[in-house]
T-cell receptor, first 112, second 112 residues
């Protein structure tokens, strides 16, 4: 298995632009998580899905952030409009057993 | 609110010099405690899950232990390839489904 695949690996954009991060989970995993990692706040859960349904989005910082999972093999995290404080590494993780998460390599976002 | 505190923030060891990392937690009923390893530029990689006080898990040079208030990750005779950031996370019984709360990690450097 190729593991959890995230794209892009690096994104540099200007404030106000729309950013879309993509994730392909491991086949057969029914949980998908989006985390954000910064030096100041560490790893924070943004949202997670079970069987493509959003279960807990209480970590989504504000309305500028949205996440979708249209099918079992694809999810997106969108930020519109982006702000410099959104700069972070965004991780997608998937799991079959709810607590053994397999993380992707992350998408490093820089908003200028 | 669930809290996880890891110490020290950073640890430098000589190859072969054994030591322990600490993870203190506050949760309203622990469902599980998890250790992950994170290498630079990569996502966290699952190491162990502990469920109850007194439980121990081992993998190569690593051993994780759990009490009612903290967990230790013991590293015996470490090698340079053990250098990484070690993250601790907890899942509380009362949190929704699969929410994990992560500590900020201990950055371990093992010098040859």
């Amino acid at each position: 298995d190729a593991g959890v695949i995230q794209s892009p690996r690096h994104e540099v954009t200007e404030m106000g632009q729309e950013v879309t991060l993509r994730c392909k989970p491991i086949s057969g995993h029914d949980y998908l998580f989006w985390y954000r990692q910064t030096m100041m706040r560490g790893l924070e859960l943004l949202i997670y899905f079970n069987n493509n349904v959003p279960i807990d989005d209480s970590g989504m910082p504000e309305d500028r952030f949205s996440a979708k999972m249209p099918n079992a093999s694809f999810s997106t995290l969108k930020i519109q409009p982006s702000e410099p404080r959104d700069s972070a590494v965004y991780f997608c993780a998937s799991a079959r057993l709810v607590t053994v998460l397999t993380f992707g390599a992350g998408s490093r976002l820089t908003v200028l | 609110e669930d809290q996880v505190t890891q110490s020290p923030e950073a640890l430098r060891l000589q190859e072969g010099e054994s030591s322990s990392l600490n993870c203190s937690y506050t949760v309203s009923g622990l469902r599980g405690l998890f250790w992950y390893r994170q290498d630079p530029g990569k996502g966290p990689e699952f190491l162990f899950t502990l469920y109850s006080a007194g439980e121990e898990k081992e993998k190569e040079r690593l051993k994780a232990t759990l009490t009612k208030k903290e967990s230790f990750l013991h590293i015996t005779a470490p090698k340079p390839e053990d250098s990484a950031t070690y993250l601790c996370a907890v899942q509380a019984e009362e949190t929704s489904g699969s929410r994990l709360t992560f500590g900020e990690g201990t950055q371990l450097t093992v010098n040859p």
